[in-house]
């Protein structure tokens, strides 16, 4: 079992190189649309359009190339640490009813599980990438068409229409589209892979011991702050079925089947862990892990003095507020970071200056934010999570920068 602060900020480092990637091609497409200048003939821009797609994609490629073999680094030693780390706390758990679990390194069928899950979960990040590379060309030309047309509408010039479309784009980010309709950020979706990957990679080999020892129970561990839903029906409630034992076939009277109750079901034959409802047990972002349990041992968390239930929610929507704040905070950074390659980009003297004008008011803006994150979390009893505030390429030099700018505006606006 992995316990539900084993996973903070455990994918910081994978993450970081998902960052740099999305810098990249922020960086990029900002490169391209600046150097693209004034409207020419339709003929010439189309072609234009197209080289410029090309050239982008193939960078693109490049960078992803270089970042592939740290990712499959990173992932691999991310989810063996699990497996490990799970491992030990199974084998104490065990080791109470004089069952000895063997090492998952020596095991044949373990390491035929952790294979498994992480070429799925590969899989899963190697998708990521070629979606975010198609998406961004999409919104390449969709950025290009709009500037265009703004131009021909006599709104604004070309370097202002750009520079305000790509203002928007660094705020929202680079968006992952799922079959399934649901989008997320870049980030977003790399951290929910990672995370709901260590779990599961995690849980499978718990399974395989489970089958080992023949054990018919499982305890789910529990935290303060669980997820509560007011959608999914009861398994979506993770505060309400935390912290119990389960049944893995069938039911006892005080012991519910698990599959019924956490939407993950175990085959006592194979070891297969199955997320049956994707809402639940081992499903997305979930923080919960399980372990063979046994009846002659005393549930742990019946015996810790842990918060009510209405004070857990309370946390829950605080940790979901900040996390807001963190998303906010990560945006306005990279704003900046296309702010100031737009600085860099432009040839005019009016529209650099009026460029320079919204940087300095933006850095102004970031210090009001990061004073507000600092103030919440102090008010809340919240660790500052300043790891899930960082982005790439926006590192001491530009926070030098960034305050200078936002020394200026407090100055000219005293």
Request: net charge positive; hydrophobic share 35%.
């Amino acid at each position: 079992m992995l316990s539900p602060d084993y996973f903070t900020n455990k994918e910081d480092k994978l993450l970081e190189i998902y960052r740099q990637l999305e810098n990249f091609i922020l960086k990029d497409i900002t490169r391209r649309l600046l150097s693209a200048g004034e409207m020419t003939a339709t003929a010439d821009r189309l072609i234009w359009k197209l080289k410029q797609m090309g050239e982008s994609q193939a960078e693109i490629e490049q960078k992803l190339r270089k970042l592939t073999g740290l990712t499959q680094k990173e992932l691999r030693s991310l989810l063996q640490d699990a497996v490990l780390t799970s491992w030990e706390d199974d084998r104490a758990t065990l080791g109470q009813l004089g069952i000895e679990l063997s090492n998952p390194l020596e095991n044949a069928a373990v390491i035929r599980v952790m294979d498994a899950e992480y070429k799925k979960s590969l899989g899963e990040l190697t998708n990521l990438t070629r979606t975010t590379m198609k998406q961004s060309q999409i919104d390449f030309i969709n950025m290009l068409d709009e500037a265009d047309l703004r131009v021909a509408a006599g709104v604004q010039s070309y370097s202002a229409a750009v520079c305000d479309i790509l203002d928007r784009y660094a705020g929202r980010g680079i968006y992952v589209d799922y079959p399934s309709g649901t989008r997320r950020t870049l980030e977003s979706a790399v951290r929910l892979c990672v995370v709901t990957s260590m779990n599961q990679t995690a849980a499978q080999v718990t399974n395989q011991y489970i089958v080992e020892s023949g054990a018919e129970y499982v305890l789910v561990s529990k935290h303060i702050g669980a997820r509560h839903s007011k959608y999914g029906g009861y398994v979506a409630q993770h505060d309400l079925w935390q912290g119990k034992i389960y049944k893995i076939r069938g039911e006892d009277k005080d012991y519910p089947n698990l599959l019924a109750s956490t939407g993950y079901d175990i085959d006592p034959i194979t070891g297969v862990g199955k997320v049956v409802n994707p809402l639940g047990l081992h499903g997305y972002n979930c923080r919960h892990s399980h372990k063979p349990w046994d009846l002659r041992l005393k549930n742990p968390y019946k015996e810790e003095n842990i918060e009510d239930s209405k004070k857990s929610r309370d946390l829950y929507d605080k940790q979901q507020k900040q996390r807001a704040m963190e998303r906010s905070l990560r945006a306005w950074k990279r704003k900046l970071i296309v702010k100031e390659q737009e600085i860099a980009g432009v040839a005019e003297t009016d529209v650099k200056e009026m460029l320079q004008r919204d940087y300095d008011r933006m850095a102004y803006q970031l210090t009001q934010k990061n004073k507000a994150y600092n103030d919440f979390c102090a008010a809340n009893d919240l660790q500052p999570q300043y790891d899930r505030i960082k982005v790439a390429d926006f590192g001491r030099e530009q926070a030098k920068r960034s305050n200078a700018g936002a020394k200026r505006y407090k100055k000219e606006h005293e």
